[in-house]
């Protein structure tokens, strides 16, 4: 049965939906994964189709999606033979080819910057904001918010623009048990985005600063 979605949910979800991983989004709204992976497939459908124009056939775009899914499955092969190199040229690969597969361009781009990031004799380290952010989020989502912190420290003072490298310092912090630290981070990306106060608001990770006076402060409820 198709849950029904409340307005704010759906506009949340569709302000936050290329901003950060759907497990996390999953959290923050209290909705069961697949709900999201749906209701976030149906937002970026009614995207793309404004952005562009579709395929000229059901078999076109079948074709396409399939030739996409091939460069994502043929990364995470590469990926879990730790073939670093070989897994961002497939990643690179599919991002660069099919921007119009969100869904699949968000994990490839996730997997994408932790392949740059693990190639032992890599040219250069991680610059670019997003895939710090990508790279970050995957280190966080298994269980290494230490290396996640490291990870957005190597941002350099590099634009924050909507302040999502302070927001997931915040998270990985509070996961730590550093209450100090992660309200810090979250008043820096407050400060940038007023969007992130409403998602702390919903934030299971920030559930240890919950009765902090200045954590209600930041959230406006004091």
Same mark, same amino acid.
């Given at each position: 049965m198709s849950r029904h979605w409340t307005q704010d949910e759906v506009r949340w979800l569709r302000a936050n939906v290329d901003r950060m991983d759907l497990q996390s989004a999953s959290r923050a709204l209290g909705i069961p994964l697949v709900d999201v992976e749906r209701? /976030? /497939?149906?937002?970026?459908?009614? /995207?793309?189709?404004a952005a562009r124009r579709p395929p000229a056939t059901h078999k076109e775009a079948a074709r396409e999606l399939s030739?996409?899914?091939?460069?994502?499955?043929r990364g995470m092969e590469h990926f879990h033979r730790r073939e670093m190199e070989a897994a961002a040229a497939a990643f690179g690969e599919l991002v660069d080819l099919h921007p119009d597969e969100r869904e699949l361009i968000d994990r490839a781009r996730t997997y994408l910057?932790?392949?740059r990031n693990g190639k032992k004799e890599r040219e250069k380290p991680l610059h670019d904001v997003v895939e710090i952010y990508h790279a970050a989020?995957?280190?966080?989502? @298994? =269980?290494?918010?230490r290396k996640a912190i490291e990870l957005?420290?190597?941002?350099? =003072?590099?634009?924050?623009?909507? =302040? @999502?490298?302070?927001?997931?310092?915040?998270?990985?912090?509070?996961?730590? =048990? *550093?209450?100090?630290?992660?309200?810090?981070?979250? /008043? *820096?990306?407050?400060?940038?985005?007023g969007q992130n106060r409403i998602q702390a608001r919903l934030e299971a990770d920030l559930a240890s600063l919950k009765g902090e006076p200045r954590f209600e402060a930041l959230l406006g409820r004091s």
């Open positions: 209701k /976030a /497939a149906e937002l970026r459908a009614e /995207a793309a189709t030739q996409a899914h091939r460069l994502f499955d910057a932790v392949a989020v995957f280190e966080k989502n @298994r =269980g290494d918010c957005v420290a190597s941002a350099n =003072g590099a634009p924050d623009v909507d =302040g @999502r490298l302070c927001y997931l310092a915040a998270c990985c912090n509070a996961l730590l =048990g *550093r209450p100090a630290e992660a309200l810090d981070a979250l /008043a *820096r990306a407050i400060e940038i985005s």
